[in-house]
């Protein structure tokens, strides 16, 4: 039992600040209260500058929905080391294509070696993990103050109706699945943050892809 638990994989580090942060994050997301506050704190700042008064809702939807992507994709690339991720992602395929022939070979020395290494798998597994939930609670900090402005402004709105190529006069508070002004800021924000997110990754790997494979052709010692 012992040696079991010297076998375990150590938690990642940080993982209680994680933690501690997606809380606060949480109490942010439920209190009705805080989140007018934030909203009207952030409001300072973006009335001025991209609300127009009211008269373009469209156009501050679209800006706010740049400015908000924008921002948490590029603090969430700073916060995830992409390479390492990759790297994990790799040895994680590596192993799994080794214990299938393994299996089929049905080579149990090669599936008993390939099994003592699954400890240290499980660990790396953490580490992905805990990389990629990293920055959830950053950028969510950054999104909930920026929303819940958006939230006020388009309900203190004095017109609900926007004119489309394929509607001249579309409710913007009319649901189908969700809200018509939420379901535009996602046609915006989902790809926008997307091609960021890719080119953001490919700058940073341009000079590295070489890192990105696993330093050892095998995952264990055949």
Do not use: C
Not at 81 to 97: E, G, H, L, S
Not at 134 to 158: D, E, N, R, S, Y
């Amino acid at each position: 039992m012992a040696l079991e638990k010297d076998q375990r994989p150590a938690p990642p580090k940080g993982q209680f600040f994680q933690i501690f942060l997606f809380m606060i994050v949480i109490f942010f997301l439920f209190d009705q209260r805080l989140r007018l506050f934030l909203g009207n704190a952030v409001g300072f700042a973006l009335n001025p500058a991209i609300g127009f008064g009211g008269r373009l809702p469209i156009l501050t939807i679209l800006l706010a929905a740049l400015i908000m992507i924008g921002a948490s994709t590029l603090i969430r690339h700073l916060l995830v080391d992409w390479v390492k991720i990759a790297r994990i992602q790799n040895t994680m395929r590596a192993f799994q294509k080794a214990m299938r022939e393994a299996r089929m070979k049905r080579d149990t020395r090669r599936i008993e070696q390939l099994t003592k290494f699954q400890t240290k798998l499980m660990g790396l597994q953490a580490e992905l993990s805990s990389g990629q939930l990293k920055p959830m609670a950053g950028t969510m900090l950054i999104v909930i103050p920026l929303f819940a402005w958006l939230w006020q402004f388009v309900q203190g709105l004095h017109y609900q109706f926007f004119t489309a190529p394929w509607n001249p006069s579309v409710d913007m508070f009319k649901s189908t699945v969700l809200p018509h002004w939420i379901l535009f800021y996602s046609a915006i924000s989902i790809p926008f943050g997307t091609l960021l997110q890719k080119g953001l990754k490919y700058y940073s790997w341009k000079e590295h892809w070489h890192l990105m494979r696993p330093k050892n052709e095998t995952v264990a010692p055949a």
